[in-house]
């Protein structure tokens, strides 16, 4: 079955800035689904260009962990939130994202996609990324979003 944004005026088509919105926002919301029963879980990201992927990282049990090990696809959102306008309707940038997850055994991968969630979310990344030890890091659950499609609406830029 396919679908298509309705509001054809609000629809992003422009692959780059879809892509912009993924490496601009700090979360996503990805929807889970395990025996028919469904799950959304918030958690912060880096955005990888160039692998198109989403890296994360996550305990190593519970709820989560869980589900991503029984179906490995997922659909997730991004939101830039610009709030109410002058002209009282609500601003927003949403980009939508369909992907299979893995869970990362790879040290160097981890490395890889730490760096990528150290640059994107923090001030002084290099000062960061000095002080992750690969012993900690090995240690840590970490999971990709291979992306597969996206798709995105935009209403109103905030004025500058």
């Known amino acids: 079955m396919s679908f298509h944004v309705r509001r054809k005026d609000r629809e992003i088509t422009d692959s780059d ?3 912009e919105v993924l490496k601009s926002t700090k979360y996503v919301t990805i929807a889970l689904c395990m025996n028919n029963e469904p799950y959304l879980v918030s958690f912060s990201h880096g955005y990888d260009e160039a692998r198109n992927c989403l890296y994360f990282h996550c305990a190593d049990e519970g709820k989560k962990t ?9 659909w997730g959102q991004a939101v ?3 709030g109410v306008t ?11 994202f369909r992907g299979t997850v893995s869970l990362i055994d790879d040290l160097p991968e981890k490395q890889h996609g730490m760096a990528v969630m150290v640059r994107q979310l923090s001030k002084n990344p290099e000062e960061k990324l000095a002080k992750i ?4 890091l090995a240690e840590t659950t970490m999971g990709r979003i291979n992306i597969t499609y996206m ?5 109103q830029y905030p004025k500058q």
Request: net charge positive; aromatic share 12%; charged share 30%.
């Open 80 to 82: 830039q939130d610009y």
């Open 133 to 136: 030890k690969p012993e900690k």
């Open 17 to 19: 800035a879809l892509k």
């Open 66 to 74: 869980v589900y991503l090990k029984a179906n490995s696809k997922v």
């Open 86 to 96: 002058d002209e009282c309707d609500y601003a927003y940038t949403s980009v939508h």
């Open 151 to 155: 798709t995105g609406k935009q209403h």
